[in-house]
């Protein structure tokens, strides 16, 4: 089981268990409002920009706001913040904006502040999740739990926990002759890890309040108050530089990829220009035209093709040395060519649907504008670091590595990776993932 909840003793010193229904906002047709909120203020100390730079190849806030979306329990979802390019990328992950005000983008304005300001801008808003850009392992079925316990239990607040086992010590400032002392441990039967259940600290990952909490107590933890733990695996948060690695590789083990289960991709389309070569043309002192190829990257062909996966090239050009670049990588590494025109997606709609395969069994990499459209429509996709911002923005993946040096190889290993999770999670939890 992924996650485990608990609810905390109301304030009248009652013990756990179901608390009585609490006082809602209803509206005319008998539900209620409920919105993620995602902060992003552009003046991050730590990490210039840190809420939009990217990490495992999606922008930072596109961790959570995708699984916001799929979560399918909010009837809006927004982005506050201050910055033009982080409004930029929200509204490409179709995400709402919320401009706030100088007023709470001071490095000294509190999230409720900001979250007051919103509520007073959106007055049909009765419950708010507020979910932090700084949490990219937090997946759907996360906040779909904890929105259930304000639902269908009555919570006034949900907020996220995670179990740590850890002894704590009590600061003494240095020169003032005291001794620390133990805060929750006996030094004498100091417990086994085993042994111990630990202790409840706020990861950091959501909290959720009712308007009511926000607009009249200037709360957003208070009422009935419940806490929903997640496992220590999906609790990552990013504060300064160093942690950006590790978080990185935490994601691509634990991080949520979209609704499409990766082990059903089938068909691999990828340019050749920008994306196989660095969409460059040497010319020799004879005049003659060449392209280089990265073995590395006709190695991540084939990776893909021991796994069942057929990769098609695809070319937009008639130039005689594309293709008979085109036609020595085809004859190399098994592949079939498909030339496509300025639109690829009419050209290869036919072939998808002669294969009686859906998009979300399709990978996709491209480098430039063409490619929009499929980048959004395929299961997985990806581009290069080098491709224009438009490409990017469309596309589920940014490769660390350029056209021509390795982004391919990136791409089918990254593929390979959620293949093998699908397994994991397939072996874990058959019945969920069926």
């Not at 939009?52 to 979802?77: E, Q, T």
């Not at 589920?396 to 791409?411: L, N, S």
Request: glycine share 8%; net charge negative.
């Amino acid at each position: 089981m992924a996650f485990r909840k608990r609810c905390l003793p109301a304030d009248n010193g009652e013990q756990d268990g179901p608390p009585p229904a609490c006082k809602q906002q209803i509206r005319s047709d008998g539900k209620r409002h409920v919105a993620a909120l995602i902060l992003a203020r552009g003046g991050s100390k730590g990490i210039p920009l840190k809420n939009i730079k990217m990490l495992a190849g999606v922008p930072l806030i596109g961790w959570v706001l995708r699984s916001a979306a799929d979560s399918n329990m909010f009837d809006s979802v927004w982005v506050s913040t201050d910055h033009d390019e982080i409004e930029k990328v929200a509204k490409s992950w179709g995400a709402k904006v919320h401009r706030r005000s100088p007023e709470v983008s001071r490095d000294s304005s509190t999230s409720l502040e900001t979250i007051q300001e919103f509520v007073r801008l959106n007055p049909e808003v009765d419950v708010i999740c507020n979910i932090q850009a700084t949490s990219p392992c937090l997946h759907p079925h996360h906040v779909k739990e904890a929105l259930e316990m304000i639902t269908l239990q009555g919570f006034d607040s949900v907020f996220s926990v995670v179990r740590r086992h850890q002894f704590r010590w009590q600061e003494v400032k240095q020169g003032s002759g005291e001794m620390t002392k133990p805060l929750n441990l006996d030094p004498a039967n100091r417990p086994r890890r085993q042994d111990w259940d630990g202790e409840l600290c706020e990861n950091g990952s959501f909290y959720f309040t009712t308007k009511d909490l926000i607009v009249n107590e200037g709360l957003l933890q208070g009422g009935k108050v419940g806490y929903y733990e997640m496992l220590p695996e999906y609790s990552v948060d990013i504060d300064v530089d160093i942690d950006w690695p590790v978080a990185e590789q935490r994601v691509l083990r634990y991080g949520y990829f979209g609704r499409a289960t990766p082990e059903v991709v089938r068909l691999m389309f990828c340019n050749v220009s920008g994306c196989l070569t660095e969409g460059r043309i040497f010319l020799s002192a004879s005049e003659e035209e060449m392209v280089s190829v990265n073995t590395r990257d006709t190695m991540g062909v084939r990776m893909l093709q021991r796994e069942e996966v057929e990769v098609v090239l695809l070319t937009s050009s008639e130039d005689p040395v594309t293709r008979s670049l085109v036609d020595k990588l085809a004859k190399r590494t098994g592949c079939r060519v498909i030339q496509v025109g300025a639109e690829p997606l009419n050209d290869l709609k036919p072939v998808v649907e002669q294969m009686k395969l859906e998009w979300k069994d399709v990978a996709y990499m491209g480098n430039d504008k063409p490619d929009v459209n499929c980048l959004n429509l395929a299961g997985l996709s990806a581009v290069p670091g080098d491709a224009p911002v438009v490409a990017i923005n469309a596309a589920k993946y940014t490769c660390h590595r350029v056209g021509g040096m390795g982004a391919v190889r990136e791409f089918a290993e990254h593929i390979l990776l959620q293949k093998e999770k699908a397994k994991s999670q397939m072996k874990q939890d058959p019945i969920n993932c069926s």
